[in-house]
């Protein structure tokens, strides 16, 4: 049974950090495509970061320059490192893994940024 549970979420206020983590179970993080995406309150889901490898990752352009995706393989860890945080960043915080035709989602961690 495929497991992925974040933490790192909290309260924090504009201009700080957090980092946020999604442990794996029951799947090979490293062999996957590993997202984080986070929604809003009234608002859609929306990607965040990708890690496809080591080398490759992609960033929405409201948080490049900020935010910082990675990988612990050893680990079976993907982390969201989350610099000079903004209000519009408040959300609940999705890890999400893809393999082939399989997708495995997280419960999700809040964020929130106070100004």
């Known amino acids: 049974q495929v497991q992925l549970v974040e933490s790192g979420g909290g309260l924090v206020q504009a201009g700080g950090s957090l980092r946020l983590s999604c442990a794996a179970s029951?799947?090979?993080?490293?062999?996957?495509?590993v997202g984080w995406y986070r929604q809003a309150p009234g608002k859609q889901r929306e990607l965040v970061a990708v890690?496809?490898?080591?080398?490759?990752?992609m960033y929405a352009d409201s948080v490049k320059g900020r935010f910082t995706i990675s990988r612990d393989n050893g680990k079976n860890t993907v982390y969201l490192q989350m610099n000079s945080l903004k209000p519009e960043d408040t959300a609940v915080y999705y890890c999400?893994?893809?393999?082939?035709?399989?997708?495995?989602w997280g419960k999700g961690t809040l964020v929130t940024v106070s100004s």
């Open positions: 999400n893994s893809r393999i082939y035709d399989m997708e495995y």
């Open positions: 029951g799947i090979i993080f490293s062999r996957t495509v």
């Open positions: 890690i496809i490898n080591a080398e490759r990752t």
